[in-house]
């Protein structure tokens, strides 16, 4: 069976990957940052989901680690969190609504982003779009002026709703609808990517109890056809 994985060469400075439920996103993500050999950062939404990702119960790396042998897991350090194996730092992990506390930070050591769950379907009680602007700004700095590559971010879903503040902010919304009516499963420029990737996984999930009994739900058509099934695509503008 073919799982989901991320290609290097459609990395960009801002990559969404939305697809659907346990097709491999999230673990090829964390084996394409740790062939980088470079620091990266874990980001969530709310300082609840990044707590509970120090929990044995909920370390983002558990099945990861176990497949490889490995032994990487999350250790708090102030206010955010550092993302060690054996006494080694291979990165940072921050929430995305706590981070304007750590705008005046140095993370010119960090060269990639993984934003894990980064469409909520109930609202959040900030401005994810204005934060994560502010972020980037702050992680990125003027590496490009130095002459040097932007910072990569690599932002992962499942198809929760088209309404994210992320996706309207940088004009997505629109091309994901066109994506979707055409059959396009990547579109990229210089600057972004977007990627609504199948997979074989989801065809063979179809025949497990949980999607038997949900066949035809809207809950199936999202986690398995990679459908916005509780948006309307009917004039749909950026």
Known sequence: MKWYNIRAENIRPVTVII???GIGKSYSALTFLDEQ????IYLRNTDVQLKECL????????RWNYDHGRNIELRTEGKHCLIQEDGETLGYAVALSTFKNLRSVDLSDVEYVLFEEF????????????AF???YETVNRNR???GEPPLKCILLSNAQKLDNPILAGYGFISKIEQMMKNGRRIEKTKEY????PQSEVSEAKRDTALYKLTAGSRYAKEA???????????????
Do not use: V
Not at 37 to 40: G, P, S, T, V
Not at 119 to 130: A, N, V, W, Y
Not at 224 to 238: M, P, Q, R
């Open 19 to 21: 697809g659907g439920r």
């Open 37 to 40: 050999k470079k620091k990266y």
């Open 55 to 62: 929990t044995d119960f909920g370390n983002p790396f558990k």
């Open 119 to 130: 469409i909520e379907k109930d609202r959040l009680r900030f401005d994810q779009f204005s």
């Open 133 to 135: 602007s502010h972020f």
């Open 144 to 146: 490009e002026l130095l």
């Open 193 to 196: 990517c977007i990627e609504l």
């Open 224 to 238: 398995l056809d990679n459908e916005f099934a509780n948006d309307s695509f009917f004039g749909i503008g950026k």
